[in-house]
């Protein structure tokens, strides 16, 4: 007599298909998959307290937010508007060679976080290994018709590759799953595109989507303009068919080359203000630190916590875009910037790279950079990697760099050992709760450099804005206030050491 299963219960939990997707891989292994550690935070672990100020920008960014259509693409093509509000349904897939399934499966997590954040729902997935990716549908034509059963059966409308797929690949996989497939470089595009705030931040996401977009055109096939005449052109037409002699993909290419010179104009044209405001900063001689990081690891919320900035922060992949600076001052007196730069994720795409070079370079031009990492994350390895990889094309200065293990509250003792090992001079912190950010702030104040010139002189009285710059902008050894005016013994830099020359003691 067999034993009867009961159905499951309707009430009981869903299975992340993330988890899904990794314990069908796990399964094939014989190795256990590392924890349960998104890219994303869970809800009772992010943090949303006073230190992150009025947050006036989330209302706006949540103001139109996507919401569960009732139908998906395979279902219904026609409501269009109603498609572009409701989540999409996404299914993802990825390709790993032997030997690197741990690092497959963090990527796969991470683009599931990618997928949720640009508006989507993660339905399920495969995850192959092969020694490379096939070159005409990415995964093989068996795993690729899997793939499209898969899709069938839940019914999903987007299927998302873990790579960036080149044109060919894209159109045979569509060809085959039947339903629209993007790779990870469009999903980081579509973020950023959503979250781009100033001008500049809109200009720079514009000219990465459209060099993303130049090579990948559809163009051939009805919409097409010949040089032809007589019974030959436009379907024997005759008279008046002739055209100028490109093709419609020809002419978009070149709309979109002159598009693109606009931006690039456009991009040069914003140089000379941000040239102005870091010189006006050197000439002051106002040392800054650049926050660097990967995304998510918590750079917004430890500006708002060292600052109290009230900068936009989101539980979200990219959430901050824009530099944000922000002033300070040493327990001594001295002023310096903290600099809030856009995040790093691994394969970001060289587009992005290139358009936000002059983002970056607020990065490449700090005197000390903070490196937040995110200490709960599931390989802090591979965040230090790519965060260093990418400031290193921008020629960043390592030797003040002050790597942050930021969300420490979310780990172990034993976690933190192994931490160390990776970074043995780094500070942990919590933006939630402000463990260590007294020793950051003074980490920070002990990287700065001092003035170069050391100066005595003694200021007279009808002179107090030169006393003020030195207080501001130097770092007093001894003050003392005399008949003829105020003594200073002090390091400054080399243009008010210059104003000071006069009242030399």
Do not use: C
Not at 145 to 168: F, K, M, N, Q, Y
Not at 365 to 370: G, P, S, T, Y
Not at 396 to 425: T, Y
């Amino acid at each position: 007599m067999t034993e009867q299963t009961t159905p499951p219960s309707i009430d009981a939990p869903a299975v992340d298909p993330v988890d899904r997707v990794l314990s069908r891989a796990e399964a094939h292994r014989g190795v256990r998959v590392f924890g349960a550690a998104q890219a994303l935070q869970d809800a009772t672990t992010a943090y949303g307290g006073d230190a992150d100020g009025d947050q006036w920008d989330r209302e706006e960014r949540a103001a139109l937010r996507r919401v569960v259509g009732l139908s998906t693409e395979l279902e219904d093509v026609t409501e269009v508007e109603y498609r572009q509000l409701r989540l999409e349904n996404v299914v993802l897939v990825g390709v790993h060679p032997q030997g690197e399934q741990a690092d497959a499966e963090n990527s796969l997590r991470e683009l599931a976080a990618l997928a949720e954040t640009a508006g989507a729902v993660v339905l399920d997935g495969v995850l192959q290994r092969r020694p490379h990716p096939d070159p005409a549908t990415y995964v093989g034509r068996g795993k690729a018709a899997e793939l499209r059963d898969i899709v069938a059966a839940v019914g999903a409308d987007t299927v998302i590759a873990d790579t960036e797929l080149a044109p060919s690949q894209r159109r045979a996989l569509e060809d085959v799953v039947k339903v629209k497939v993007i790779d990870r470089t469009t999903v980081i595009l579509d973020i950023f595109s959503q979250h781009a705030k100033s001008r500049e931040g809109k200009a720079q996401v514009e000219l990465a989507q459209l060099e993303y977009l130049l090579p990948r055109l559809r163009g051939w096939g009805d919409s097409m303009s010949r040089q032809a005449g007589g019974q030959v052109g436009a379907g024997g037409a005759g008279m008046g068919s002739r055209g100028p002699g490109e093709t419609k993909i020809e002419l978009d290419r070149r709309r979109i080359r002159t598009k693109m010179a606009l931006l690039r104009k456009q991009l040069r044209d914003f140089a000379p203000a941000r040239e102005a405001k870091r010189a006006e900063r050197k000439r002051h001689t106002i040392p800054s630190v650049a926050i660097a990081g990967y995304t998510n690891a918590g750079k917004s919320s430890l500006l708002n916590r060292l600052t109290s900035a009230g900068v936009l922060v989101e539980n979200a992949l990219f959430a901050t875009l824009d530099a944000t600076v922000r002033r300070s001052e040493t327990t001594d007196g001295r002023v310096y910037t903290l600099t809030d730069t856009v995040g790093f994720v691994r394969n970001l795409p060289h587009q992005l790279v290139e358009a936000f070079r002059s983002t970056l370079e607020e990065v490449g031009d700090a005197d000390v950079i903070l490196h937040v990492v995110d200490a709960s994350h599931p390989d802090p390895a591979a965040q230090l990697m790519t965060v260093r990889d990418v400031m290193g094309d921008v020629d960043a200065d390592f030797g003040h760099e002050i790597v942050v293990f930021n969300k420490a509250d979310l780990v172990s003792e034993d976690d933190r050992l192994v931490l160390r090992g990776l970074a043995p001079q780094a500070k942990f912190v919590s933006s939630r709760t402000g463990e260590g950010i007294d020793e950051l702030r003074a980490a920070i104040e002990d990287a700065l450099p001092l003035p170069a010139v050391e100066v005595q002189a003694v200021v007279p009285y009808d002179r107090g804005d030169l006393v003020s710059a030195v207080h501001e902008s130097g770092l007093i050894v001894a003050q003392e206030h005399r008949e003829s005016g105020t003594f200073l013994h002090a390091h400054v830099g080399a243009r008010l050491a210059a104003e000071l020359a006069p009242f030399a003691a």
